[in-house]
């Protein structure tokens, strides 16, 4: 069982930077993949970016390539999202994922755990 807290969202001005962060608790923390999603009103939840269990391998959303960065740190059972440059279209509520798996994937139903998400707010 994980629980997953998420925090630092806020309202920003086009072209500033927020960094996301993921509280988690429980036992299977460090060998699970982990990801950051994001629902904009009226819109399915989307993929943002994914992490392995150990930090090796990231994967994102085409969308926030070159902006964004996932991280995560075992020891502190914690996840991270960098985001820089942000433009109105990223306004969202932004959740964090965990899987039982170690398989980086990509898509909502295949993460098993959530968060209450955060919201982000881009000014243009």
């Known amino acids: 069982q994980v629980q997953l807290v998420e925090s630092g969202g806020g309202l920003v001005q086009a072209g500033g930077s927020l960094r996301l962060s993921c509280a988690a608790s429980g036992r299977t923390f460090s060998s699970s993949a982990m990801g950051w999603f994001r629902q904009a009103p009226g819109k399915e939840r989307e993929f943002v970016a994914a992490i392995s269990w150990g930090g090796g391998r990231t994967f994102y959303a085409d969308s926030v390539k070159g902006r964004f960065t996932i991280s995560r740190d075992n020891a502190k059972n914690a996840l991270y999202l960098q985001m820089n440059s942000l433009k109105p279209e990223d306004t969202a509520v932004y959740y964090c994922?965990?899987?039982?798996?170690?398989?980086?994937?990509?898509?909502?139903?295949?993460?098993?755990?959530w968060g209450q998400g955060t919201q982000v707010t881009v000014s243009s």
């Open positions: 994922a965990a899987r039982k798996g170690i398989v980086v994937v990509t898509t909502p139903a295949q993460y098993d755990y």
